[in-house]
């Protein structure tokens, strides 16, 4: 079975803190993905990455930064947490379009309190 | 990227089916239409993807009209399990984009009530 595995399920950070999600992959994917969820918001894209050291921009970057040296890992990185992105989590992986199954697995989420 | 329309809410009685609707109106030739769905607490599970044929699989069937411009998802037996947030999301054309990166809209939230 594919496995995505996120570092932490619960997470509890101070303001101003460098803060570190990470996640692997298992499935020789080349892409990888992060996602913030929130009430009424849905699942938004924050970053991708479709190769080691490759990454794009997603719908919300302002605030974060990503890290993909390994082909199995792809970090998410909050320079300086603010109470703002207080949130859930959520990493996924896939093989790209073209190259067999291309459906997207997620991780179970890693909840995001910053006080 | 195309964008998609799904009413916010449905219910659907246990053992019979739910049908999902999708609106992409803008969707362009390459695009595929998949569907995930989020169990409470859990991270999104895929279901089903197409490209214009109605496809099938043991979870669910999806319906492309001919037009391309909608689908609906089936989920033939709806149990309580089922209970979830239904994505429907339009892929980017490979072509141009070599991610591939999926972006969810708000759902809709299927109650299977006893």
């Known amino acids: 079975d594919v496995k995505v595995t996120q570092s932490s399920r619960y997470l509890v950070k101070r303001t101003g803190e460098k803060v570190f999600l990470e996640c692997v992959q298992d499935?020789?994917?080349?892409?990888m993905f992060w996602y913030r969820q929130d009430p009424g918001l849905g699942l938004r894209l924050i970053y991708f990455?479709?190769?080691?050291?490759?990454?794009e921009k997603g719908d919300i970057p302002e605030g974060y930064s990503v890290s993909r040296e390994k082909k199995e890992r792809f970090s998410l990185i909050l320079e300086s947490a603010s109470t703002n992105q207080t949130s859930m989590y959520l990493c996924?992986?896939?093989?790209?379009?073209?190259?067999?199954?291309?459906?997207?697995?997620f991780g179970q989420g890693t909840r995001l309190t910053v006080v | 990227d195309a964008k998609t329309t799904q009413p916010p809410s449905m219910d659907c009685a246990e053992g019979r089916a739910a049908n999902l609707p999708c609106n992409h109106s803008t969707i362009s030739g390459n695009e595929y239409v998949y569907w995930y769905r989020q169990i409470h607490s859990q991270g999104p599970q895929y279901i089903i993807h197409?490209?214009?044929n109605n496809e099938t699989n043991e979870m669910a069937s999806l319906i492309i009209t001919e037009d391309r411009k909608s689908s609906t998802l089936i989920l033939p037996h709806a149990t309580l399990r089922d209970t979830a947030v239904y994505y429907c999301i339009v892929r980017p054309n490979p072509f141009y984009n070599q991610g591939g990166k999926l972006i969810f809209g708000q759902g809709t939230e299927l109650s299977v009530k006893p």
């Open positions: 990455s479709y190769d080691v050291k490759m990454k």
């Open positions: 197409g490209l214009k």
């Open positions: 996924a992986s896939s093989f790209p379009l073209g190259q067999g199954n291309t459906e997207a697995f």
């Open positions: 499935m020789d994917h080349e892409n």
